[in-house]
């Protein structure tokens, strides 16, 4: 956990601490593995822990473990759609310069969670509704994503979610999905090729420093999105993701 806030309240401070200390751990925990991480005496991480699940913030399982509880779900459905307010003005503005529709996506529960759109004015375009989930591997933004993470923790994505092939340019295999991710780190942008939908291309970027992995991308016809386009669209996505990401480590 960060510093602590001047004038704080700890216990507000060390319920969110247990909270993070869970998420970071993978959404479930024992109180001994809690107990390893933090300075917290066991009986203080007990009565928090107690308190947060008859709120319904944390769940104890039938195998005694902690779990993140339903109560969040809520939360997080609230901080997604003002992530997705905020990154509005962004979007707009790449659509205006560049014409096509633009996206924002966050990580969520292993797939990509589609936050926020605006799109494009051209009668043919790319429409995907806010709210719907799409896998990672398959997508722009969400290679984008994965390419932020290690590749242990991406080979734990495929292996609970799998690498189904939507189009047949479709990545299907973990090998082959490692080595694109290494090209986007080093080329600093993903690209879907048709990947997600056969017509369709999408240039997409991490935004640098978000609290959650998240993602923004431009995307359209295969025929106006090409590598002309490319080279107007990428300063431009990068100077949105910068843009989008002082914003959310504004304090």
Known sequence: ??????????????????????????GDVTLS??????????PTIHRLLRTLVTLGYIRQLPNRRYALGPRLIRLGEGANKQLG??????????????????????????????????PSLHS?????EV???????ATGMGKAILAELDDDTVRGIAARKGLPTPTPKSIGDIESLLAELNLIRERGYSIDEEEQEIGVRCFAMAI???????AISVSGPVSRVDGSFAERAVPLLREAAQAISEELNQH
């Open 85 to 118: 307010a905020l990154a509005r003005p962004q979007l707009k503005s790449l659509v205006d310069q560049l014409g096509e529709t633009a996206n924002m996506a966050v990580l969520d529960s292993d797939m990509v969670l589609y936050v926020a759109q605006v």
């Open 131 to 137: 709210g719907r989930r799409g896998f990672m591997h």
């Open 124 to 128: 043919m375009r790319m429409f995907t």
């Open 1 to 26: 956990m960060g510093e602590k806030a001047p004038g704080g309240v700890q216990s507000v401070e060390r319920v969110f601490e247990l909270l993070e200390l869970i998420t970071d751990a993978g």
């Open 33 to 42: 593995e809690l107990s390893a991480s933090t300075d917290l005496p066991l």
């Open 208 to 214: 640098p420093g978000a609290p959650t992995p998240a």
